[in-house]
């Protein structure tokens, strides 16, 4: 007999099995044992087990509603994805209709093992590696300090910072860069694309940054980048009467000093451009047209992060702990640092926006970015 022609005749003998007097039983469990080849008592386990807890999203209802807003948020993992579906809800049921109550209900009650279990049938793996772009500016190394500290980050402002190359397959020749910046405090992140990683360009697209955000910069860690370690950008930051930018660096080939901005450097730009080579002057003000409006907009107001809370060595492992997911525009509307003007500001700017219609948008530009990439050389 196959496993399901055992299934079939364990549902059709149970109940029978279950009503029958106690010497009809021993009769229903020899026929049993002779039919499916079982141990006599493992029969009796299979015969008294009660059936489980019918799955709840199964249910197409669920799963459709679940599977847009996966997709709309660049297929979150499914820490994230439970803190980003009450957000997103309204928005959907403004763009697909009004959801049933109970539909609604289970939405905001799934957990990330049920995502994961729904969702695995769909998922895509495989992850491409980028080459690395650094060379060492060795001119001011002993001016900037290497951070051996930890900063204050219960208050925003203090940002990490670094580049990533879109050069394809080749480090050579001239090409689009994109410069990462994330605050520690809130997670919140900006991209500017720079030609060709120059000092100055880095540095014009940096006070472009500092006038953009709600709250002012208060500390700046980089790697030893020569487009970083600069004379333009150590005299940007140091030379401020009102308060000096603290202007601190990591330590040589250690990507850990500066893991919040690493990891951005992926969820932030290769999600979203990939791994091919922009070699295009004029793809650079198209790149920083869509950085600078929709897609900070859709990841820093609609797209919750983890924070870790602690990390403790046990043994030889280490347990992380995790502060509940939020997106940076709430974590900056809980601090007490921010001001009330930068807190009113942020939140017209959420409420005059739908996340769904900014998804929208970043698919037109980036379709726009991939087809000029793709126009052939004057």
Request: hydrophobic fraction near 35%; glycine fraction near 4%.
């Amino acid at each position: 007999m196959t496993i399901q022609s055992k299934r079939d005749y364990l549902q059709a003998i149970r109940t029978r099995y279950r009503t029958a007097p106690k010497d009809s039983k021993s009769a229903i469990l020899d026929e049993f044992c002779t039919i499916c080849g079982y141990n006599r008592k493992y029969a009796i386990r299979r015969l008294n087990k009660k059936p489980g807890p019918q799955p709840k999203y199964r249910d197409t209802s669920v799963l459709q509603p679940l599977k847009r807003i996966w997709f709309a948020t660049d297929q979150m993992c499914s820490k994230k994805l439970p803190a980003a579906i009450p957000l997103w809800l309204p928005f959907y049921e403004q763009e697909y209709g009004a959801l049933a109550a109970g539909i609604k209900t289970k939405l905001l009650a799934i957990s990330p093992s049920t995502i994961d279990r729904t969702l695995k049938p769909v998922r895509v793996s495989g992850k491409t590696k980028g080459l690395c772009g650094t060379k060492p500016g060795t001119l001011l190394k002993n001016q900037i300090p290497i951070k051996t500290h930890n900063w204050d980050v219960t208050k925003p402002g203090f940002f990490e910072a670094d580049t990533v190359a879109h050069c394809g397959n080749s480090l050579s020749g001239n090409f689009v860069w994109s410069l990462t910046f994330t605050d520690i405090f809130s997670g919140w992140t900006e991209n500017r694309a720079v030609w060709n990683k120059g000092s100055y360009g880095v540095f014009t697209q940096i006070k472009d940054i500092e006038a953009a955000i709600a709250f002012p910069i208060r500390g700046f860690d980089c790697d030893n980048g020569s487009e970083f370690l600069n004379h333009h950008l150590l005299r940007y930051f140091t030379n401020r009467p009102q308060f000096p930018i603290q202007f601190t660096r990591s330590r040589p080939y250690k990507k850990n000093d500066n893991a919040h901005v690493e990891q951005k450097n992926w969820t932030h730009v290769r999600q979203l451009l990939g791994y091919d080579r922009f070699d295009k002057p004029e793809l650079v003000d198209v790149i920083n047209d869509l950085y600078k409006h929709e897609c900070s907009l859709y990841n820093n107001l609609f797209c919750p992060t983890l924070k870790l809370k602690e990390k403790l060595r046990v043994n030889s492992k280490y347990v992380k702990k995790y502060y509940p997911p939020k997106t940076p525009y709430q974590r900056l509307l809980d601090s007490e640092q921010l001001t009330l003007e930068a807190k009113l500001f942020l939140s017209l700017t959420y409420q005059s926006l739908n996340p769904f219609k900014l998804k929208k948008i970043i698919e037109s530009k980036l379709k726009m970015i991939f087809n000029t990439l793709r126009l052939p050389q004057p």
